[in-house]
């Protein structure tokens, strides 16, 4: 639910506007539906809001009449529940026999696609290569079985290595490692009475493997799906002795989720060019089969040669087979995570696309595909572009320039994070003022974060400015590496020629689409200054600085007195007010 909530204020903050009026509602744990006002999107958790839904919340009597009221109210409805209820489509067919047009893939297909052990052997039937598992129903577990299966696939049942994961669930939940039969059936049975689900699949560990997600838009027109697959991102998991005694090494909820140094991420992947074609063609197939819509996020792993984790019987024709090792696929998540960081806009931002422009373009691409929409998706365009031309003449008169602003975070101090998160949500609000050129900047240390220097002058930090895909991690640390990974010229190469082949794709699907407005990003390199070239670069821009850096030399006057030295104007308090502060402190 938190996920969900999250995603849900991004699509909010991202797709409002003059010509677009959004509307929210939330269904709590018991389904019941409120319509809630968008602040409440802006609570930490659910629970935060929970107790105060029957003062502050319209509830509806049951859910048919929730689904009267969408039809009768909204033109589109964008679902944004991740899970249960959300993409195994329970709240699709809810709409479905409203004849409330939405966003995403219809309810019949949701069921057949979230069930991750059905979705296994339908894979296998249309020949992709697939992970060995198990299905384990509630109270039908019998351990002699499942100690058949770890001799069938020549896994130890005392020690033999696999995940066990819920078949319908979402965002990483419940998946957990376990040793042998017996320990598997007890994490079973543990996932079965946390009531996570009463269906699990335990599957071989694969070990060597590299994880991937890779996220595909629906571009084709209301009657032919045409699926275009981003740069997919390898997720490279990085071990810590102390957490891995306890959680193994796998891609759980923390690390997908919450800022941590035990993950980091590489799009395009640092697999050879042959794999990487292998995951987008697999990725469209599987889009296609399962008859998906609009977009979805598809995981899966390559395993290098030889693939050890896999019975010889799997290795032959089937499609993930190539000459440097399989690809397999794992889970069809049909309603991605969409909070500001997420793979979505991770990858989106790589092939020319804004949060709010990826976004929407999904809703557009949805309206198009219902004929009673036509003529308001007709309009919708019309709008939105005379709105944008009377603001660019607004804008730029005479030849005005648009004011120049840097936004700083990051730092060396505990804050760094909740920096990277205040930096970066300044960074996206302020994009919306089309007066303004808006560049985000990480302020580093010059010689990285893994070192315990304790120099801490001016002339012991970096400042990078980044393009607008690097802003989207965790942890500063790891946008620090990718700045890092982002100007080796191997990696330069590889992403330019791959970010220009999904582009000339997307290009040429979309053009034919009256309602597409074009890529509004470019991917540029990131530049690293010293502090002061930075504040000297700022100072030439006739830019304004946003202190955006919490703690350290961000609170403490040390930033504001180099940039008073070099008159340039920034937010804040003054350099004497901060002092000041900082001796009452």
């Known amino acids: 639910r938190g996920i969900s909530l999250n995603s849900a204020r991004s699509v909010l903050d991202h797709i409002q506007g003059e010509d677009l009026l959004v509307s929210c509602y939330y269904i709590d744990c018991g389904m019941n539906a409120f319509a809630i006002s968008p602040a409440q999107l802006y609570s930490n958790t659910p629970s935060d809001f929970d107790f105060k839904l029957e003062s502050l919340a319209q509830e509806f009597s049951t859910l048919s009449e929730f689904a009267e009221h969408l039809a009768a109210n909204v033109d589109i409805v964008f679902p944004v529940i991740h899970g249960k209820f959300g993409e195994d489509g329970g709240i699709q067919e809810l709409l479905e026999k409203a004849n409330v047009p939405f966003v995403g893939t219809p309810s019949n297909e949701c069921l057949r696609a979230f069930d991750k052990h059905n979705a296994s052997l339908e894979l296998d039937a249309q020949g992709f290569l697939t992970v060995p598992n198990f299905l384990v129903e509630k109270d039908k577990l019998a351990t002699s079985e499942l100690e058949e299966w770890f001799r069938s696939i020549n896994l130890n049942k005392e020690n033999g290595k696999v995940i066990v994961k819920p078949t319908r669930a979402g965002s990483s939940i419940g998946v957990v490692v376990a040793y042998g039969a017996n320990e598997a059936a007890e994490k079973a049975e543990g996932i079965f009475s946390e009531g996570i689900d009463n269906k699990v699949i335990i599957e071989v560990f694969l070990e060597g493997g590299c994880e991937f997600t890779a996220i595909v838009l629906d571009v084709g027109t209301a009657n032919n799906s045409e699926p275009i697959v981003l740069l997919p991102t390898e997720v490279e998991l990085q071990s810590s002795i102390s957490s891995d005694i306890q959680e193994d090494t796998i891609f759980n909820y923390r690390r997908k989720y919450l800022p941590t140094q035990q993950v980091a991420y590489h799009t395009p992947p640092r697999f050879p060019a042959e794999v990487i074609d292998c995951i ?34 799997e290795n032959g024709v089937k499609f993930g087979n190539t000459e440097y090792g399989a690809v397999l696929f794992t889970d069809i998540n049909l309603i991605s995570g969409m909070e500001q960081t997420s793979f979505l806009f991770q990858q989106a931002s790589k092939v020319g696309f804004s949060h709010s422009r990826i ?19 007709n309009a ?68 990285g974060y893994s070192s315990h220097n304790e120099d801490f002058s001016e002339s012991s930090r970096d400042v990078w400015t980044l393009p607008y895909s690097l802003v989207l991690r965790h942890t500063t640390e790891e946008v620090h590496a990718a700045c890092f990974e982002a100007i080796e010229p191997e990696r330069v190469e590889i992403t330019s020629r791959l970010r220009n082949q999904v582009m000339k794709e997307l290009e040429r699907a979309l053009s034919k689409q009256d309602w597409f407005a074009g890529f509004d990003i470019t991917d540029e390199q990131p530049i690293k200054y010293s502090l002061q070239q930075w504040i000297d670069y700022v100072k030439e821009a006739k830019a304004v600085v946003f202190i955006a850096v919490h703690g350290g030399i961000g609170e403490d006057g040390t930033i504001q007195s180099l940039l008073e030295s070099a008159g340039v104007p920034y937010t804040g308090a003054i350099t004497a007010c901060r002092i000041h502060i900082c001796l009452q402190l």
């Open 280 to 313: 987008r063609k697999g990725v469209s197939l599987l889009f296609r089969h399962f008859g998906l819509r609009d977009f979805a996020r598809i995981d899966g792993w390559f395993l290098p040669s030889p693939a050890t984790s896999l019975p010889s019987s």
């Open 359 to 377: 976004l929407r373009t999904i809703v557009q691409h949805a309206c198009s595909r219902f004929p009673s929409l036509v003529t308001s998706n």
């Open 380 to 447: 919708w365009t019309a709008l939105s572009r005379k709105m944008q031309s009377a603001k660019q003449a607004l804008i730029i008169p005479n030849g005005t320039c648009k004011q120049k602003a840097f936004v700083i975070f990051g730092g060396d101090t505990s804050e760094r994070q909740v920096s990277l998160m205040s930096g970066t949500n300044v960074w996206l609000n302020l994009q919306g003022f089309d007066d303004l050129d808006v560049t985000p900047c990480l302020l580093a240390p010059s010689n």
